[in-house]
């Protein structure tokens, strides 16, 4: 499959960050988000890590719904 018809979904988008923008989403959550309940800590978001890291916030959901899991309700 060529890049041109290549379908552009996070995984795409996630597969083009830089090792080191990779790393910060992660400290990021890990730091801010709280496995035990699924919810982030200090009142911050999604949208508020993208922010800091200047990354589309929907890179930082692709992760955090991958490897941490749904927010509680």
Do not use: N
Request: aromatic share 14%; proline share 4%; glycine share 4%.
């Amino acid at each position: 499959m060529s890049m041109m018809t290549m379908p552009f979904t996070p995984e795409v988008r996630y597969a083009e960050l830089t090792y080191e923008q990779k790393r910060a989403i992660r400290a990021r959550l890990d730091w801010l988000y709280d496995w035990e309940h699924g919810r982030y800590i200090h009142g911050h978001s999604d949208h508020s890590i993208a922010h800091d890291l200047d990354i589309p916030w929907s890179l930082i959901v692709y992760v955090r719904v991958r490897d941490y899991g749904t927010l509680a309700r």
